[in-house]
C-alpha cells in the first residue's frame, strides 16, 4: 500500500525555522516527483514546492521562493521541506504528495495526511 | 488571489447534475495544459478526482467526469449523492508562474 506520513509540524514564532518531512513506503520512492502543497485553515490549496525523482530539478512558489527548500534523500525514502524566515501567512496544513504525468500535464496522487506548521502573527 | 477561478459554491438536489466550473487564461489552461479535478472532505486529505482532463483514476465513480475547452474546464457530478458534499479543487500548471496552480475551491450542498 502506498502511504505517505508527514511530521515536523510545530508551532515556531515569526522569523524561525522548521523541517517538514514526509516519509514514504510502498512505491519505488526514486522514481518519482514529490511536491509539497498547503492549506491554511478554512482556505484553499496551495502549491509549494516540487522535486524530481533525482533532486536535480526543484520548483518553488513565489510566495516561499528564497524562504524554502526542498530535499530528498532517497537511500530513506523520505522527502523534507527547510523552512526559514517563518511568517504568519505561512500557517497551514503541509502536505506531501507525490506528484505524477509529464509534459503539459502533472498531478498528485495520493496524498499524506498533512503536518501542521502554525506561526502566531 | 487563485489563478485559476472556481464558483465558491453550487448546490443540487439528490439525484440531479451538477457543473462544477473552472476559468483560467492563456497562460494555463488556454496554454494546452491539462486540468485535474481533487475531492476534498472536512479534516481529510485531497483526493485525485480526474486527471489529464477526462481521465478517472482506478475506483472514482463513472458519475464523475471531466471535460476542457479553450481556456476552461469544467467537472460534472452525475446522479448527486449526500456522500458527494464535499469541497473540489482544479488544478492546471501556469507558465507565467512557472508551477503548478489552483481553483480556490468550489463547496458542493446537495439538497
Known amino acids: 500500500e502506498v502511504q505517505l ?52 530539478t526543484k520548483n518553488y512558489a513565489g510566495s516561499v521562493k528564497g524562504r524554502v527548500t526542498v530535499s530528498r534523500d532517497n537511500s530513506r525514502n523520505t522527502l523534507y521541506l527547510q523552512m526559514n524566515s517563518l511568517r504568519g501567512d505561512d500557517t497551514a496544513l503541509y502536505y506531501c504528495a507525490t506528484q505524477l504525468g509529464g509534459y503539459l500535464t502533472n498531478w498528485f496522487d495520493p496524498w499524506g495526511q498533512g503536518t501542521l506548521v502554525t506561526v502566531p502573527s | 488571489q487563485p489563478v485559476l477561478t472556481q464558483p465558491p459554491s ?37 483526493k485525485l478526482l480526474i486527471y489529464g482532463n477526462v481521465n478517472r483514476p482506478s475506483g472514482v465513480p463513472d458519475r464523475f467526469s471531466g471535460s476542457k475547452s479553450g481556456t476552461s474546464a469544467s467537472l460534472a457530478i452525475t446522479g448527486l449523492q449526500t456522500d458527494d458534499e464535499a469541497d473540489y479543487y482544479c488544478q492546471s500548471h501556469d507558465r507565467s508562474v512557472k508551477g503548478v496552480v489552483f481553483g480556490g475551491g468550489t463547496k458542493l450542498t446537495v439538497l
Not at chain 1, 515556531?12 to 514514504?24: E, T, Y
Not at chain 2, 443540487?12 to 473552472?22: D, E, H, P, Y
Open chain 2, 10 to 46: 453550487v448546490s443540487g438536489a439528490s439525484g440531479q447534475r451538477v457543473l462544477i466550473s473552472c476559468t483560467g487564461n492563456s497562460s494555463n489552461i488556454g496554454a494546452g495544459y491539462d486540468v485535474q479535478w481533487y475531492q476534498q472532505f472536512p479534516g481529510t486529505a485531497p
Open chain 1, 5 to 56: 506520513v508527514e511530521s515536523g509540524g510545530a508551532m515556531v514564532q515569526p522569523g524561525g525555522s522548521l523541517r517538514l518531512s514526509c516519509a514514504a513506503s510502498g512505491f519505488t520512492f526514486g522514481n518519482n516527483a514529490m511536491s509539497w502543497v498547503r492549506q491554511a485553515p478554512g482556505k484553499g490549496l496551495e502549491w509549494v514546492s516540487s522535486i524530481s525523482g533525482s533532486g536535480a
